[in-house]
């Protein structure tokens, strides 16, 4: 990228510091702009209470690179306070629309073909916009009616003169000690990461299709086709919905829809996406969500989802349990397991705190399980804990789905969708099943281990037949030594012949595994526990 470019963007970033206010920080370093100084009045910005305001509308006029982070930030309010998280909370991702004329040369070129002979019909006024692209209603030659989504010219190259800059600066913020425990230049590359999924609308694609199947068994919920031969990174065509806008359902004031049965429907299949595939729709506010005929669920712009693993997902679930419990030890080792918390740090503060934001959450006034979770992200922020990103994309999808809930059905319990998931969850935990898939996906561990111990055996042989390594111990000693290394041998044998056994498909079956599997591992865990039991209290 030219550094014409990236100089004349970066005045144009200066000149909208010094337009809202910010001109103080501006040609000073990096130390002055963020330790406070003895000159109270040169840090009198960082006490107005616009600063929020001012903020919100410097990044809106900055643009998308600008509007999309400051969406990223409205997630973590451990990072940049409630305040301003809040504020950043109304960044509207909108701007002008671009001409029908460009919209024709980008579907062209990006489809190889003339719109004409793409389509039957193609709307030249926008459905929708936004600060990345444009909606346009359209209809296929085979009669589909679709919804074009088309990237506007430029966009792509713009973001990453912004991305060189904000990465520039993160740098020399991340230097300061302060701010060094946010890790900003890993937020940036996160930022970066996700801002380049969202604008490559192939992903979206991808997400479609993901979420499409991830429903596939349920009516209840519907995810937009999409038209594959028409899409492209910067075009994107899906079937056009037609339903009702989640708003208008919210404000409807008769019997035309089960506004109860639509909320619970909305929390079954989010929790579903959230703790169970851990690939959940990360915007899913009212905009996202239409009702279709027969009280069916529609979620619409997946340009960027979020995607949790196995481990996460099961520590998410068991923290939710014990946050609906009150359980304040609980939380607290979830958070060290998690390793959100140093095990070593001095709890007794923040197990007082935390049972104090329980006692006055949970109350008949309380906005429910969200707004536990944001008073939680403050109370962690006090003790300058960082929670990970999933964790607050996690919050954010949770109080958007909340807040949609609520709004059909004041009565509606997010835990009643939680609970028959975590049933699921600890029975899973506690088959031997489950136990033995773990082994199963240990072998090729033990199966390296081995390879790896038998050369280090050889060599130290070796070594010690040529007189380069002795070995030291009193004699009537060896016995014991002999017998525990053989005991671990054994039990190393015993875990990796059972794990390959478990390939085995005929003969007798046990739990739905080979019964000589069962039988190796059975034999394995005893050895394991007579020997702990030789170890703490043999001689």
């Known amino acids: 990228m030219a550094n014409k470019e990236i100089k004349k963007r970066g005045r144009e970033?200066?000149?909208?510091?010094?337009?809202?206010?910010?001109?103080?920080?501006?040609?000073?370093?990096?130390?002055?702009?963020?330790?406070?100084?003895?000159?109270?009045?040169?840090?009198?910005?960082?006490?107005?209470?616009?600063?929020?305001?001012?903020?919100r509308?410097?990044?809106?006029?900055?643009?998308?690179?600008?509007?999309?982070?400051?969406?990223?930030?409205?997630?973590?309010?451990?990072?940049?306070?409630?305040?301003?998280?809040?504020?950043?909370?109304?960044?509207?991702?909108?701007?002008?629309?671009?001409?029908?004329?460009?919209?024709k040369s980008i579907v062209e070129s990006e489809l190889n073909g003339s719109i004409e002979d793409l389509f039957a019909e193609f709307s030249k006024e926008p459905?929708?916009?936004?600060?990345?692209?444009?909606?346009?209603?359209?209809?296929?030659?085979?009669?589909?009616?679709?919804?074009v989504k088309v990237q506007k010219g430029g966009i792509a190259e713009t973001i990453d003169t912004d991305l060189i800059i904000m990465k520039h600066l993160a740098e020399k913020l991340h230097n300061n000690d302060e701010l060094r425990k946010f890790n900003i230049p890993g937020i940036m590359d996160a930022f970066d990461h996700s801002i380049h999924i969202e604008i490559d609308y192939i992903n979206e694609l991808i997400h479609m299709k993901q979420l499409e199947r991830n429903f596939a068994a349920d009516d209840t919920v519907h995810i937009p086709a999409a038209y594959t031969q028409y899409c492209s990174s910067k075009v994107l065509?899906?079937?056009?919905?037609?339903?009702?806008?989640?708003?208008?359902?919210?404000?409807?004031?008769?019997?035309?829809?089960?506004?109860?049965?639509?909320?619970?429907?909305?929390?079954d299949s989010f929790m579903k996406q959230l703790l169970v595939d851990g690939f959940f729709h990360d915007d899913p506010h009212a905009g996202n969500i239409f009702i279709l005929d027969d009280d069916v669920i529609c979620y619409i712009d997946l340009g960027t989802v979020g995607i949790l693993d196995e481990d996460f997902k099961k520590e998410l679930l068991e923290l939710l349990i014990m946050v609906a419990d009150k359980d304040v030890k609980g939380v607290i080792n979830q958070f060290v397991y998690m390793g959100v918390l140093d095990y070593t740090m001095d709890t007794t503060d923040l197990k007082r705190d935390l049972r104090d934001l329980f006692f006055r959450a949970f109350n008949e006034e309380s906005g429910g399980i969200n707004d536990i979770l944001d008073k939680l992200l403050g109370l962690m922020q006090e003790y300058g804990i960082i929670l990970p990103n999933e964790f607050a994309t996690m919050a954010r999808s949770l109080s958007m789905i909340e807040s949609v809930t609520s709004s059909l059905d004041p009565n509606?319990?997010?835990?009643?969708?939680?609970?028959?998931?975590?049933?699921?969850?600890?029975?899973?935990?506690?088959?031997?099943?489950?136990?033995?898939?773990?082994?199963?996906?240990?072998?090729?561990?033990?199966?390296?281990?081995?390879?790896?111990?038998?050369?280090?055996?050889?060599?130290?042989?070796?070594?010690i037949e040529n007189g380069d390594?002795?070995?030291?111990?009193?004699?009537?000693?060896?016995?014991?030594?002999?017998s525990k290394f053989s005991l671990v041998v054994l039990i190393a044998a015993l875990l990796i012949s059972s794990s390959l056994v478990m390939t085995i498909t005929r003969g007798p079956m046990l739990f739905d595994m080979p019964l000589l599997a069962v039988i190796g591992y059975i034999i394995a865990a005893i050895l394991s526990i007579l020997s702990i039991i030789n170890y703490l209290y043999g001689r």
């Open 469 to 482: 390594m002795s070995i030291r111990f009193e004699l009537d000693s060896l016995d014991r030594i002999v």
């Open 57 to 103: 509308l410097m990044f809106q006029e900055l643009g998308t690179a600008f509007i999309k982070l400051g969406q990223l930030l409205s997630t973590r309010p451990d990072m940049v306070g409630e305040n301003i998280a809040t504020e950043f909370e109304k960044l509207q991702d909108d701007n002008p629309p671009i001409t029908y004329e460009e919209v």
């Open 412 to 463: 509606a319990d997010m835990m009643a969708s939680i609970e028959p998931i975590a049933k699921g969850t600890v029975k899973e935990k506690l088959s031997v099943k489950n136990f033995i898939d773990d082994k199963k996906g240990s072998l090729l561990y033990y199966k390296n281990m081995l390879k790896s111990l038998l050369p280090l055996l050889a060599n130290s042989i070796h070594k």
């Open 13 to 55: 970033i200066n000149s909208a510091l010094i337009k809202y206010g910010f001109g103080k920080f501006v040609n000073r370093s990096i130390k002055n702009k963020i330790l406070p100084s003895k000159e109270e009045d040169e840090y009198s910005i960082l006490l107005d209470p616009e600063l929020p305001v001012n903020l």
């Open 237 to 267: 065509t899906m079937e056009f919905i037609e339903g009702t806008k989640m708003q208008d359902v919210i404000d409807s004031t008769g019997d035309e829809f089960d506004k109860p049965l639509l909320a619970k429907r909305i929390l």
């Open 127 to 147: 459905l929708a916009t936004a600060s990345i692209g444009q909606v346009h209603q359209a209809r296929l030659n085979t009669g589909e009616k679709v919804a």
